[in-house]
Nanobody, 116 residues
Framework: QVQLVESGGGLVRPGGSLRLSCAAS????????MKWFRQPPGKERELVAH????????YYADSVKGRFTISRDNAKNTVDLQMNSLKPEDTAVYYC?????????WGQGTQVTVSS
């Protein structure tokens, strides 16, 4: 059974850090582009970052550039999102996604709330 399971979300104060992790099972992520999306309350889902299968190519949305870092460990079948200098506008449900050609999988999401 193919699954992506996110973890690491929670409540953090502005300026704080969180590390999200996405664990894949039922398939091997090494040939997949892995992405993190987020959906703020009342808004559409948006791409935050992605990383190519080799790990050498990354992309970040302008809103998180310089604060977030995406990484992957193909041996552990995981992809992480290190989030630093968090702002209230980073509050959202964060989703992991795996994409390869016509195959695509979503995780169930993890809530991140940035509030004082």
């Amino acid at each position: 059974q193919v699954q992506l399971v996110e973890s690491g979300g929670g409540l953090v104060r502005p300026g704080g850090s969180l590390r999200l992790s996405c664990a894949a099972s039922g398939f091997t992520i090494s040939t997949y582009t892995m992405k993190w999306f987020r959906q703020p309350p009342g808004k559409e889902r948006e791409l935050v970052a992605h990383i190519l299968g080799s790990g050498e190519g990354t992309y970040y949305a302008d809103s998180v550039k310089g604060r977030f870092t995406i990484s992957r460990d193909n041996a552990k079948n995981t992809v992480d999102l290190q989030m630093n200098s968090l702002k209230p506008e980073d509050t959202a449900v964060y989703y992991c996604r795996a994409i390869r050609r016509t195959e695509a999988y979503w995780g169930q999401g993890t809530q991140v709330t940035v509030s004082s």
